[in-house]
């Protein structure tokens, strides 16, 4: 019997984002971790371990990325494999501070609207920000996340802690996808994870940006369902 699966999304996403896989995986345990109440990312981790089965895999997307990590540190003997899509393990630096505040500050002069109009060019390539469909989905999951849990996202990824410290402690087979052409995360901060946790390995999606599962499920959904069952 194959191990239950655990998603958890990214910030202003919701279950949207993994339909591909859902859709793929309708003969297994699949559980999207519920992270639209927790004040912290600590709060979002503990969330989804009182409430997941025994043992399981762990899928973190973006900001599903960050409470990923916050799970290997508080029960890492859960976790028999780990996947990670477009994310990083280090804590914000300036521009990042800055950019997050700004998306604060139109979220509370009433333009919370304009949030994903201003992440388009960051969440898909040129190529693609023209795509009826994927501009559809995107402006959906920000509609149906809102703008409270938006904001409450928001604050808990800027006080994140910094996991760099932290990754060589995962000992669990895990598998890195990251799309080249993702305004968000970069190699450099793939490969940072890359070199530290031991089992590890990398797979680039060319072509893709920051949501990759719906960009390219053609190719996400089976080199994930590999992964996971070999």
């Known amino acids: 019997m194959s191990l239950p699966i655990v998603l958890i999304t990214g910030q202003l996403l919701t279950d949207a984002v993994w339909q591909p896989l859902l859709d ?33 895999i762990l899928i973190g997307h973006a900001m599903g990325g960050f409470v990923a990590f916050d799970v290997m540190r508080r029960a890492p003997e859960r976790v028999e494999k780990l996947i990670l899509l477009s994310t990083l393990a280090s804590a914000d630096g300036p521009a990042q501070t800055t950019r997050r505040q700004g998306y604060i500050d139109l979220v509370e002069s009433g333009k919370f609207d304009h949030v994903v109009e201003e992440r388009i060019p960051i969440l898909f390539p040129e190529a693609k920000r023209d795509d009826q469909r994927l501009l559809g989905i995107a402006r959906k999951m920000a509609a149906d996340t809102g703008a409270d849990i938006f904001l ?77 069952d070999a």
Do not use: Y
């Open 24 to 56: 793929a995986w309708r003969d297994r345990e699949v559980i999207v971790a519920d992270n639209r109440n927790g004040e912290t990312i600590g709060d979002m981790a503990q969330d989804l371990l009182d409430s997941a089965p025994a043992k399981f």
């Open 152 to 228: 409450r996202q928001q604050r808990a990824i800027m006080a994140r802690s910094d996991s760099r410290p932290h990754l060589r402690d995962i000992k669990v087979p895990t598998l890195l996808v990251w799309g080249d052409q993702d305004g968000i995360t970069t190699r450099g901060h793939h490969d940072e994870i890359l070199q530290e946790i031991p089992d590890a390995k990398l797979e680039i999606i060319e072509g893709a940006g920051h949501l990759t599962t719906v960009e390219m499920p053609d190719v996400v959904v089976p080199l994930l369902t590999s992964f996971v």
